[in-house]
């Protein structure tokens, strides 16, 4: 979860004044909301949950990669009783290709507390959504603003860099200090009324207008009371955040294919990438990888043919891992399929949920 999302410090001080009188800021953003705002599926309906689940699957990710996945799942989850019924594989299943899957947990296990807690019935305040797994501070406004058109703040990835551009904010912006203070503003700049479209009229700016790189200032209804801009210091705001140094592990990854089919292994629901795809695979550390490879395969039976396909790497938040992919040609047998393992024609392996390290391995295969 984000540093927006913190659940903690909700108390913010009110007392410091601002550059520009806050309604200036809103009625602004509202007539250029009106003008150019997005049409986008999630805003044509004030159903909480319909609204729950677009900012869940926008967490991290674009727009275009959401939107099918959004109707795929409403299609299958029209409601959050249905969401909350069905199986977690189900979920994680039709979550494929979204990436951080620790959402499609979350997302179940907050549709079941919304029906055992809450009568089946979104909560309506920022601090009752915050209950809900998943849900931090930065979505748990957007619900609340957007289904209920209540006084909520949000400081999602485009408002937190509107806000440092805007207040020429010359602090790393994942800090105490600068989360404090852009929560401060973000809370003075909404506005009592037309909550609703001033929350999305200030996402889309950050989407449209103030992007990341190539900001469009000359078209922005703020231009004239941006901080940055007076300053000349646009390109340099939000500052970069340093990537912290993360530790590598190497793994060995088997294709075990016998007639066509390959094994493949659902991980645990629990614990790191639960519930996802994987191929077989052999933490290394040093070996010489052949005898690992060996080693692993002497429990099975003899091998028809053995080969490296090729590597690939994967960035987690915590650990980069790297696999080296082995084709693995075992004696033509009929196989029984044991606990979590299965047997899977090549050909359905695009299909199947594998996680970020193991899905890089399918084009070594042709897939
Ligand atoms: S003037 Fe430029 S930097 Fe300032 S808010 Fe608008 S687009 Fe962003």
Redesign the pocket.
């Known amino acids: 979860m984000s540093a927006a999302d913190s659940k903690n410090d909700l108390k913010i001080d009110l007392s410091d004044a601002l550059p520009f009188v806050p309604g200036d800021i809103s009625s602004r953003l509202l007539d250029w909301y009106a003008l150019a705002g997005r049409d986008l599926p999630w805003r044509r309906t004030r159903d909480p949950y319909r609204i729950w689940l677009s900012e869940i699957m926008l967490q991290q990710t674009t727009v275009a990669a959401v939107t099918g996945y959004y109707q795929r799942f409403l299609e299958r989850f029209p409601e959050v009783t249905t969401l909350a019924a069905a199986p977690l594989e189900e979920v994680i299943d039709l979550w494929a290709g979204l990436g951080y899957y620790a959402r499609a947990r979350n997302l179940h296990a907050a549709a079941r507390m919304v029906v055992e807690d809450f009568a089946g019935k979104f909560p309506r305040t920022t601090q009752e959504l915050m209950l809900l797994p998943g849900v931090g501070r930065s979505t748990a406004g957007a619900v609340s603003a957007l289904a209920f058109d209540q006084r909520a703040p949000i400081l999602d990835a485009n408002v937190r860099?509107?806000l440092c551009?805007?207040f020429a904010l010359q602090e790393q912006p994942r800090s105490g200090s600068a989360e404090k203070k852009l929560w401060i503003w973000a809370e003075k700049l909404t506005p009592h009324e037309s909550v609703h479209d001033y929350t999305q009229a200030i996402m889309d700016?950050g989407a449209l207008?103030?992007t990341s790189s190539n900001?469009?200032?000359e078209?922005?209804?703020?231009?004239s009371l941006?901080q940055?801009?007076r300053q000349n210091l646009?390109g340099l705001?939000p500052l970069k955040v340093a990537r912290k140094k993360i530790p590598s592990r190497q793994q060995l990854a088997l294709l075990l294919v016998d007639q066509g089919r390959c094994l493949v292994q659902r991980r645990p629901t629990s614990g790191l990438l639960g519930g996802l795809w994987e191929f077989p695979g052999i933490d290394v550390a040093g070996e010489d990888p052949l005898e690992a490879v060996h080693q692993y395969c002497a429990g099975l039976e003899k091998i028809d043919k053995l080969s490296l396909l090729g590597q690939a790497q994967h960035t987690y938040s915590h650990f980069r891992l790297e696999v080296s992919f082995y084709r693995v040609d075992l004696e033509p047998r009929n196989r029984v399929e044991q606990g979590a393992q299965h047997w899977l024609p090549l050909a359905d392996l695009t299909q199947l949920p594998l996680h970020g390290a193991h899905k890089k391995l399918l084009p070594l295969i042709g897939a």
């Open positions: 860099r509107v551009r805007l700016l207008v103030c900001p469009r200032c078209q922005c209804p703020l231009e941006c940055a801009r646009v705001l």
